[in-house]
T-cell receptor, first 114, second 114 residues
Framework: AQSVTQLDSHVSVSEGTPVLLRCNYSSSYSPSLFWYVQHPNKGLQLLLK??????LVKGINGFEAEFKKSETSFHLTKPSAHMSDAAEYFCVVSVSGGSYIPTFGRGTSLIVHP | NAGVTQTPKFQVLKTGQSMTLQCAQDMNHNSMYWYRQDPGMGLRLIYYSASEGTTDKGEVPNGYNVSRLNKREFSLRLESAAPSQTSVYFCASSVRQGAGQPQHFGDGTRLSIL
């Protein structure tokens, strides 16, 4: 079985300040982990993925995430928020040893203030 | 390169009406998926097709049917629409089914059932 928990439903930051979106996962097998971004009235777009290579993963638009097995976490960070980062973010887990069907978190809405 | 194309983008139905949502991808992907997105619920899998000629139920299949018409196209049918099916529906595709496979999403169909 697998599950994912996004610890904050909303995160509010000021432009130019760091972003931290938190994600914890649970899985019986080695997980693959993803972060997707969804802008209003759009589909989801892949930001980055972890698939058992380097634990620090760099994605698009300056985002990165660190896989911490001991903490079962995969938090998303960005050093400096931009207004265009305002969107909904989804953490997703998928595991081998099963049907590979991904499980989505409930999403975190990132609000960026000028 | 269009990616994943969903039609229609918006639709309003009356309870009991039927409708088919269309999805096509031009990336030569083997696997395709249908999700629904409701506020605060993340994305929930309705049906998926691991490869042409196969379909399987996801987390919330009741009230829906699917057809994998060919490698490119995967349609979702509501036989007798109910207000509980008011949602945003997303189609996605991936190269193949597998834990590390990212998904590519369409822009969604916004469906309201009165």
């Amino acid at each position: 079985a697998q599950s994912v928990t996004q610890l904050d439903s909303h995160v509010s930051v000021s432009e130019g300040t760091p972003v931290l979106l938190r994600c914890n996962y649970s899985s019986s097998y080695s997980p693959s982990l993803f972060w997707y971004v969804q802008h209003p009235n759009k589909g989801l777009q892949l930001l980055l993925k972890y698939t058992s290579a380097a634990t620090l993963v760099k994605g698009i638009n300056g985002f990165e995430a660190e896989f911490k097995k001991s903490e079962t976490s995969f938090h998303l960070t960005k050093p400096s928020a931009h207004m265009s980062d305002a969107a909904e973010y989804f953490c997703v887990v998928s595991v081998s040893g099963g049907s590979y069907i991904p499980t989505f978190g409930r999403g975190t809405s990132l609000i960026v203030h000028p | 390169n269009a990616g994943v194309t969903q039609t229609p983008k918006f639709q309003v139905l009356k309870t009991g009406q039927s409708m088919t949502l269309q999805c096509a991808q031009d990336m030569n992907h083997n696997s395709m998926y249908w999700y629904r997105q409701d506020p605060g619920m993340g994305l929930r899998l309705i049906y998926y097709s691991a490869s042409e000629g196969t379909t399987d139920k996801g987390e919330v299949p009741n009230g829906y049917n699917v057809s994998r018409l060919n490698k490119r196209e995967f349609s979702l049918r509501l036989e007798s629409a109910a207000p509980s099916q008011t949602s945003v529906y997303f189609c996605a595709s991936s190269v193949r089914q597998g834990a590390g496979q990212p998904q590519h999403f369409g822009d969604g169909t916004r469906l309201s059932i009165l």
